[in-house]
Structures are given as structure tokens and as C-alpha cells.
């Protein structure tokens, strides 16, 4: 059984800064991402940032400049540093690990969540 262990969400002013971590229990085979969503109230979910296993990135145009993801290989483990935060970042941030296997199905693990809210 694998689990999703997210923490670091909390209360933040305006322009102030979070961290958010997250970490696998149990093994994951074949990881091709790990990356945040986000999904505020009345809203989809959406990509905030993902890493490849070849470490390349991918951000929301909303979060360049301000977030930066970032991995442990020596664990599978996934950081968000987000810094000059905006009342639009508030949400509920959730973890995510997309597999290749089973190829004709790959799975997908999500945390339970971590919520972030800016106040103005």
C-alpha cells in the first residue's frame, strides 16, 4: 500500500513564503513525474509544477519565478518552495506521482492534501 505523506501548508501573509514536502511510503516502480496541483474551492484542479526523472520542470505560467520544485533521489520525496505568495495561491495543494507501469494503464498516486491560504 503506498501513501502519499504531504506537510508544510499553513496561514501566510501576503508575500511571505511556504514549503511544502511530501514523501512516498512504500515503493513506487517505474516514476516518470512527481509534481503539485492545486485546486481551490469551486475550482479544477490544476498543475502547479512538475520534475521528470530526468529532471527537467514544467510550472503553471501563474507560479514561474515565484515556486520552485525540487526531488530527493535518494528517497521518493518531492519539495514546492514557494515564495512571494498571492491571495490566488490559496488552495488545497496536493502531491502527485505519475508511473509508466502498468503500461496499459499507468498509475497515479495523490496525497491527501495540504492547505495554503494567503491572507491580503
Known amino acids: 500500500q503506498v501513501q502519499l505523506v504531504e506537510s508544510g501548508g499553513g496561514l501566510v501573509q501576503t508575500g511571505g513564503s511556504l514549503t511544502l514536502s511530501c514523501a512516498a511510503v512504500g515503493r513506487i516502480v517505474g516514476i516518470n513525474a512527481l509534481g503539485w496541483y492545486r485546486q481551490a474551492p469551486g475550482k479544477q484542479r490544476e498543475l502547479v509544477a512538475r520534475i521528470t526523472s530526468g529532471g527537467s520542470t514544467d510550472y503553471a505560467d501563474s507560479v514561474k519565478g515565484r515556486f520552485t520544485i525540487s526531488r530527493d533521489n535518494a528517497k521518493i520525496a518531492v519539495y514546492l518552495q514557494m515564495n512571494s505568495l498571492k491571495p490566488d495561491d490559496t488552495a488545497n495543494y496536493y502531491c502527485?506521482?505519475?508511473?509508466?507501469?502498468?503500461?496499459?494503464?499507468?498509475?497515479?498516486?495523490w496525497g491527501q492534501g495540504t492547505q495554503v491560504t494567503v491572507s491580503s
Open positions: 502527485n506521482v505519475a508511473t509508466r507501469f502498468p503500461v496499459t494503464s499507468p498509475r497515479v498516486y
